[in-house]
């Protein structure tokens, strides 16, 4: 096959000596950066245009895709340790992943990360190079109506499936849209919600929310528990390698979320939170599936590896998935990919279907660089798997505080401004008494994260068809969409009346027993 060749040589290109040395700074820094809050690999990559200037474009761009790969592993160890995602696509990982640590398994949830996260680089970068002219295609049909059908698939998936209780996960979901349409509507220009603050005009940064929903209120809860609450101290590092069995149920999540990744990726606007939300909620149902079926124990809300090994693969797939539009459209999914873009601009380079022919050495080899990328990170990351996890022998009042420490620094490096310090401990207060009022936080964060995508496209969608109804049912992408939905939204109730038909059949023959004793 011609790509494949294509591919081979940009291979041959990118293992030259200075390009493996961009790609392990790259990786490097993307790692160091991705634990940071606020930070992420967007802030990194816009941070180094400047300095890349006078670099060769390949070199400058291998650079870029290693920082991109190596954010999206960042955030994964502090979602994992901490419960405080580095950026917005690790948010899936914190629920299964945290509770591993917890259990003395921080070990094993960074390892199937990994792991999971170089399974997933490497088919997903194969898959881009082989695929990406019908992938490019596929993406083209997505109009305003199929946008909103998706986000709304996403959001019953979520709140449905990933919760346990329907009515819970959708008033969850409601406080979330409730907080992203804080800010100026982006149609019409007006205020909504603001209070008078000039800084609320912005909205809610995601940033914000994320951290006072997972990181501070997890340690206001953990404080209102008192000593009941677990003593992170006396956890184990663990063993530094998979248990026989931790591939066994590790390998299949990874290739399921690293097909939601590569299928969700090169949508414009989906984004990486949209496929690794589905991927735990998937995973969570498989699981709950088996424990019907086999007898096999459902470990969802306890700590499960499948709830970290699907969300990793799938977010690791997507970002090669954003090269698609990126190189074939010039249209960036994601934020790193539109400064990316800057970048190219920058060079004199006009991403779009012509690039692979007037530059194709360049495409080709940025495209190998991910899969040396994807090896150096597994190669880096795995060794010190239990060392990260021994940072949760730290003294608890030390390790809270530290974390309070640092979220309250990076909400405020955010545009130094004490109004969003009040908003931090707003949100920190919303997410205790979530907690305990047992409402999970999965279904409020995406409904901040695709509220406003959901809002704008609805709108675009109207106004593009002079406000009839119909362009939103007008394609087979949208109808296919909505019968998924239909689907998401049956499969818990289903699932409740068949529990409620076995508890009626099973109370008779309970009784009948308890006469004849």
């Known amino acids: 096959m011609e790509a494949l060749s294509l591919l081979m040589d940009g291979l041959a290109a ?10 392990f700074l790259g990786v490097l820094l993307g790692t160091a950066v991705g634990v940071l809050p606020g930070m992420g690999s967007a802030m990194a990559v816009a941070l180094l245009l400047p300095v890349t200037f006078r670099l060769d474009p390949t070199a400058a761009l291998i650079l870029f895709a ?13 979602s994992i340790l901490l419960n405080t995602p580095g950026q917005a696509s690790s ?28 399974v997933a680089s490497l088919i997903g970068t194969l898959v881009v190079a082989l695929f990406a002219p019908f992938m490019v295609s596929v993406a083209l049909n997505f109009g305003p109506g199929e946008y909103f059908a998706l986000t709304v698939f996403s959001f019953v998936a979520v709140a449905a499936v990933v919760s346990g209780s329907v009515l819970r996960g959708l008033a969850s979901l409601l406080i979330g849209l409730a907080v992203g349409l804080i800010g100026i509507d982006s149609q019409s220009g007006t205020p909504r919600f603001d209070f008078g603050s000039a800084t609320m005009l912005d909205g809610i940064d995601i940033v914000i929310v994320t951290v006072g929903l997972l990181a501070l209120g997890e340690v206001l809860y953990v404080a209102a528990r008192g000593r009941s609450a677990p003593d992170l101290a006396t956890t ?20 399921r979320g690293t097909a939601l990744g590569s299928v969700f990726g090169p949508i414009p606007g989906s984004g990486a939170e949209v496929p690794t939300f589905l991927s735990l909620g998937l995973e969570r149902r498989l699981s ?22 699907g969300p990793e693969a799938a977010n690791n797939s997507s970002a090669a998935g954003t090269m698609v539009p990126l190189l074939g459209l010039g249209l960036p999914t994601s934020a790193t990919a539109a400064i990316m873009l800057a970048a190219f601009q920058q060079y004199g380079l006009q991403p779009g279907p012509v690039l692979f022919e007037r530059d194709a050495e360049l495409v080709w080899t940025l495209l190998a660089s991910l899969l040396i990328g994807s090896v150096m990170l597994l190669v880096i ?26 979220s309250v620094l990076a909400v405020y490096a955010i545009n130094t401004s004490v109004v969003h310090l009040v908003m931090l401990l707003a949100v920190t207060l919303l997410g205790l008494m979530m907690r305990a009022f ?12 695709l509220g406003p995508i959901a809002e704008t496209e609805f709108r675009r969608a109207l106004a593009a068809s002079s406000g009839d109804p119909s362009i939103l049912v007008g394609s087979g992408i949208s109808i296919g969409l909505y019968v998924l939905v239909l689907v998401a939204a049956a499969v818990p109730v289903v699932t409740a009346l068949r529990r409620r038909r076995k508890a009626r059949a099973s109370a008779p023959a309970e009784r009948e027993t308890s006469d004849l004793g």
Do not use: C
Not at 288 to 302: I, K, P, S
Not at 381 to 406: M, S
């Open 288 to 309: 709950a599936r088996r424990e019907r079926r086999r007898g096999v124990r459902d470990e969802f809300g306890e700590g499960a590896i499948e709830g970290v090994a």
């Open 236 to 255: 184990s590092a663990g063993r530094p390698w998979l248990s026989r069995g931790d591939w066994a149920r590790s390998w299949r999540p990874w290739l």
């Open 438 to 449: 047992g409402v999970p936080v999965a279904p409020a964060l995406i409904g901040v994260v």
């Open 381 to 406: 990351n795995l060794p010190f798997a239990p060392l990260w996890a021994k940072l949760l022998r730290l003294p608890k009042p030390y390790l809270y505080a530290g974390i309070t420490l640092f």
């Open 66 to 78: 290693g920082v991109y790969y190596g954010g999206m592993f960042g955030g994964a160890t502090t």
């Open 91 to 118: 948010i899936a990982t914190t629920y299964e992943g945290h509770k591993m640590a917890l259990a003395g398994r921080a070990a094993q949830a960074l390892g199937t990360a990994v792991i999971g996260s170089f």
């Open 14 to 23: 990118a293992l030259t000596p200075q390009n493996l040395v961009w790609a």
